[in-house]
């Protein structure tokens, strides 16, 4: 069976306790529809893991990563559309730079889910197991 290579990125409020979440609302068919996730996706055929998760967070919210720290791995057996299995690298992102970009292509993302402290952002729909993912990346919601 086909294993698919992604990233999974939480950006970090500079005061460490609100992280930018992606509302994942764009595409009806897109296995997280409607939940809020961090941003990432599937690597390149040519890229490294790194690279990837740069480009990931570039591409959907416009920032550059100054800073990238590799937090974990999940697996997700059968998560594709096709049955694929995934496996993905999970990384916390606490030094980055840049103005949110206004519209993101996967989704409603950014404000109030970034910066906005009454925002209950722990509250919204996440995937399953998605509280164990954030406490990984040192993300402050709960």
């Known amino acids: 069976m086909l294993t698919i290579l992604a990233t999974l990125g939480y950006v970090l409020h500079p005061d460490g306790e609100q ?60 998560f594709g559309r096709g049955g694929e299995n995934w496996f993905g690298f999970l990384f916390r992102i606490p030094d980055w730079r840049g103005q949110l970009r206004p519209e993101c292509p996967e989704g409603e993302a950014m404000p109030p889910t970034v910066s906005d402290p009454q925002c209950e952002v722990g509250s919204r729909p996440r995937p399953g197991g998605d509280e164990y993912r954030v406490a990984l990346a040192g993300a402050g919601l709960q």
């Open 19 to 78: 992280v930018l979440l992606i509302q994942r609302d764009k595409r009806p068919d897109d296995v997280p529809f409607g939940y809020h996730n961090g941003l990432g996706g599937k690597l390149e055929p040519d890229e490294d893991v790194v690279a990837g998760m740069r480009r990931e967070i570039r591409e959907e919210s416009g920032l550059e990563c100054r800073e990238v720290q590799l937090a974990g791995t999940i697996s997700w057996p059968g």
